[in-house]
């Protein structure tokens, strides 16, 4: 099973800065990864599938990219909607797995 | 609307069996494959199974194996979960997700349906 490990755990960011997440494959997931956001008590949604396709309605204020075993998500500018917690997901093998998540608070 | 709306989510005693339904709308449901995604309380997001769009093929999460048994009836546009032998390290969230054609990620979900194992 691949182990994805994210980092940091959890990242205080003022709205309108940049906020960078991690997130590490055990072995390489090629561009088979993906980037959920979830708010408190609603299910998650995609933002970005295949390393750096953002996905329908998506804002560009989110990116990604990386390949292989290392991956970012980069939000441009903090937005008060974005403080969430994010979590990575590779779909290359089966099981599929997820990251433990980062959490973006309002610092 | 693209939509999965999940119910049967309950109180249920270890041991014990619960069957977990997703209603599809807006969209071909048998065109697209299926998966089961569960989250307990304050953790993250933990896969739990996965059907093919015709049901041919399954895959289950090992801490699942052997219990839990996922289905579909493309007639009636509905996901399902039969879930036995539960144990209090069931007790999570339920989600349905939909799996985008072609790429692998999940992109539709449903608000979920909460399931606790407990005597």
């Known amino acids: 099973e691949i182990v994805m490990t994210q980092s940091p755990a959890t990242l205080s960011v003022s709205p309108g800065e940049r906020a960078t997440l991690s997130c590490r494959a055990s072995q390489s997931v090629s561009s088979n990864l993906a980037w959920y956001q979830q708010k408190p008590g609603q299910a998650p949604r995609l933002l970005i599938y295949g390393a750096s396709t953002r996905a329908t309605g998506i804002p560009a204020r989110f990116s990604g990219s990386g390949s292989g075993t290392e991956f970012t998500l980069t939000i441009s500018s903090l937005q008060s909607e974005d403080f969430a917690v994010y979590y990575c997901?590779?779909?290359?093998?089966?099981?599929?797995?997820f990251g433990g998540g980062t959490k973006v608070e309002i610092k | 609307e693209v939509q999965l709306v999940e119910s049967g989510g309950g109180l249920v005693q270890p041991g014990g069996s619960l069957r977990l339904s997703c209603a599809a709308s807006g969209f071909t449901f048998s065109s697209y494959e299926m998966n089961w995604v569960r989250q307990a309380p304050g953790k993250g997001l933990e896969w739990v199974s996965y059907?093919?769009?015709?049901?041919?093929?399954?895959y289950y999460a090992d801490s699942v194996k052997g219990r839990f048994t996922i289905s579909r009836d493309n007639a009636k546009n509905s996901l399902y979960l039969q879930m036995n032998s539960l144990r209090a390290e069931d007790t999570a969230v339920y989600y349905c997700?939909?799996?985008?054609?072609?790429?692998?990620?999940?992109?539709?979900w449903g608000q979920g349906t909460m399931v606790t194992v407990s005597s």
């Open positions: 059907i093919s769009s015709s049901g041919s093929t399954i």
């Open positions: 997700a939909r799996v985008r054609s072609f790429v692998g990620a999940f992109d539709i």
């Open positions: 997901q590779q779909y290359n093998n089966w099981p599929t797995t």
